[in-house]
Antibody, heavy 116, light 108 residues
Framework: EVQLVESGGGLVQPGGSLRLSCAAS????????MTWVRQAPGKGLERVAY????????YHVDSVRGRFTISRDNAKNSLYLQMNSLRVEDTAMYYC?????????WGQGTLVTVSP | EIVLTQSPGTLSLSPGERATLSCRAS???????LAWYQQKPGQAPRLLIY???TRATVIPDRFSGSGSGADFTLTISRLEPEDFALYYC?????????FGQGTRLEIK
């Protein structure tokens, strides 16, 4: 069974940092592109970043580029999102998702709240 | 960027009825790279349909996807109580990948 378990969310002040982690199991993590998708409270879905199987190719949406960094450790079956210079508008549930096109497996999400 | 517009915003129906949800793209979605997701309160989205009409694993056959080009439809043939939720479409044909704003399916 595919499992994606996020951690690392929490309450942080504007300008602060957080590092989200995602532990993957039940599928060949090393062979899959991975994505972070976020959902602000009561809002729709937004792809934040993705990374290829080996970590050499990444993409970050314009609104987070230069502040967030996606990475992975295939030896640990783990995906990460380093979030710096956080803004109030980054407040959202962050989901770790398998894939790059359509997404057939989602974690339960980790909530990031940016507030003074 | 392809903008996806879902309609209606809210659909009120009764169990046993047929639901038809629309997703219209601002330009053609090549290769019919369109997916549908269901999201219930407090839960992550769940993939229902990909490549416009292929059902994902363990999705009941009352869910079906259709359409091509810029117009796509998700049909739920006979609503069960557990089907009342939020539904999103997503295109992955063109970068950046985009989601629609969602259709809320509520019990009438």
């Amino acid at each position: 069974e595919v499992q994606l378990v996020e951690s690392g969310g929490g309450l942080v002040q504007p300008g602060g940092s957080l590092r989200l982690s995602c532990a993957a199991s039940g599928f060949p993590f090393f062979n899959n592109w991975m994505t972070w998708v976020r959902q602000a409270p009561g809002k729709g879905l937004e792809r934040v970043a993705y990374i290829n199987e080996h970590g050499y190719e990444t993409y970050h949406v314009d609104s987070v580029r230069g502040r967030f960094t996606i990475s992975r450790d295939n030896a640990k079956n783990s995906l990460y999102l380093q979030m710096n210079s956080l803004r109030v508008e980054d407040t959202a549930m962050y989901y770790c998702v398998k894939g790059i096109g359509f997404f057939d497996a989602w974690g339960q999400g980790t909530l990031v709240t940016v507030s003074p | 960027e392809i903008v996806l517009t879902q309609s209606p915003g809210t659909l009120s129906l009764s169990p046993g009825e047929r639901a038809t949800l629309s997703c219209r793209a601002s330009q053609s979605v090549t290769s019919n790279y369109l997916a549908w997701y269901q999201q219930k309160p407090g839960q992550a989205p769940r993939l229902l349909i990909y490549d416009a009409f292929t059902r994902a694993t363990v999705i009941p056959d009352r869910f079906s996807g259709s359409g091509s080009g810029a117009d796509f439809t998700l049909t739920i043939s006979r609503l069960e109580p557990e089907d009342f939720a939020l539904y999103y479409c997503q295109q992955y044909a063109s970068s950046p990948m985009t989601f629609g704003q969602g259709t809320r399916l509520e019990i009438k």
